[in-house]
């Protein structure tokens, strides 16, 4: 039975072969996934432009998404329109396929860009506090559920993703909202992808037990899907958002993957794992394996390879000049964004910086 499985759902092999799966299967077409690949391939491309921009000083921070590409398109293309997606602050291709524009990252990450909740639309706003954004998620979940846009006689049902890591199940906060979420049976998927690692700190510490079989003890189905596998995540996301979009409620998806990189450019993977390790989860590439498959179908060939790595140094030209648009934020503007209505306070706040700034500028 679906969200009971023992077994880690795969479709496609680490070498690129397909598999059969009793339960999910890839209802996609052969054009979609050529387009998951072309988007993991510039997803990678952004990451790498990101992480040399760090390096240059333009950027304060970056957090790499390398190795979870399968993870974030596959899941980011089981969400339509009316869903809505809360991620944490690695979620860099999931916000690439749902059109939010990059300089957005790339402001926050240089510190200019205030980071505001409603400027992204249906992507909020990244989350560095570890464990808020599950609780977030589950009380939007609760409204869309009070505004009658969920279950089967809602006329275009809406769900809500929330991403989160492995570190971050541990988290108090995540716990009450998987709590909360089961009580009120709220359309919620968790997306929860174990990249093994919570900076220096492995899973193996963190649970005794594989984080999907936490879910049944909150009461909701949990799945662990192949993360690596853009085809299985695409399946079970698929099946998991009909559910919350339907009234069925929560999911927990345990997207079992690895990050290849840092955790941030502020650290040093070698101070805790070993080369072996990582050459070992080289090995199962998502964006090789579905290269090799396409190939193996004759649906791609190296022409194809050719021209997409042009549009991914074309895409790394746009990104880097990107950075010179951004325009730095002003205090002044600071205290604008925090409401849409400025509070009596905080606009008093305002008025006294306004005064404490041109008083500097006469002294
Ligand atoms: C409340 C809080 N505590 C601690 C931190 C510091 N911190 C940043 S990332 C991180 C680990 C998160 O690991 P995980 O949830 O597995 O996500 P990943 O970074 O692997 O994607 C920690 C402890 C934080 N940002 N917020």
Not at 7 to 33: A, E, I, K, W, Y
Not at 266 to 272: A, F, G, I, N, V
Request: glycine share 10%.
């Amino acid at each position: 039975m679906r969200g009971q499985s023992h077994d880690m759902v795969q479709l496609l092999t680490p070498d690129g072969q397909r598999v059969h799966n009793d339960d999910f299967d890839f209802s996609g077409t052969t054009d979609d996934l050529v387009g998951y690949l072309r988007d993991m391939i510039l997803a990678r491309r952004f990451d790498a432009e990101a992480t040399a921009l760090q390096r240059h000083g333009e950027l304060g921070l970056w957090p790499p998404l390398l190795g979870q590409e399968a993870a974030q398109v596959g899941s980011a293309h089981a969400v339509r329109d009316q869903d809505v997606v809360f991620p944490s602050y690695r979620e860099h291709a999931v916000a690439m396929v749902l059109g939010v524009p990059v300089s957005n990252f790339l402001g926050l990450f240089r510190g200019t860009d205030g980071g505001n909740w409603d400027n992204l639309d249906k992507f909020k706003n990244y989350q560095i506090v570890i464990g808020c954004q599950p609780l977030h998620a589950t009380g939007y979940a609760m409204g869309l559920q009070l505004d009658g846009v969920v279950g089967p006689d809602a006329e275009d049902p809406a769900a809500v993703i929330v991403y989160h890591g492995d570190g971050a199940a541990s988290q108090g906060d995540v716990n009450e909202a998987y709590v909360f979420a089961a009580s009120y049976n709220a359309p919620v998927v968790f997306f929860c992808q174990n990249n093994q690692w919570a900076i220096s700190e492995p899973i193996a510490l963190q649970s005794r037990i594989p984080l999907y079989e936490r879910a049944r003890g909150f009461g909701f189905p949990g799945v662990q899907v192949d993360g690596n596998d853009v085809l299985a995540v695409k399946a079970v996301t698929d099946w998991a958002m009909d559910r919350a979009r339907g009234g069925e409620g929560p999911t927990f998806i345990e997207a079992f993957t690895y990050r290849l990189g840092a955790h941030t450019t502020s650290d040093d993977p070698t101070k805790y794992r070993t080369s072996s390790e990582e050459e070992e989860w080289k090995g199962r590439d998502p964006i090789a394996r579905l290269t090799t498959y396409l190939k193996a179908e004759g649906v791609i060939d190296d022409d194809w390879l050719d021209q997409m790595d042009e549009d991914a140094r074309q895409f790394g030209e746009d990104v880097r000049a990107t950075i010179p648009t951004l325009e730095p934020v002003t205090m002044d503007g600071l205290f604008q964004t925090v409401y849409a209505e400025p509070s009596v306070a905080l606009e008093s706040q305002r008025r006294e910086y306004l005064d404490y700034a041109a008083a500097g500028e006469d002294a």
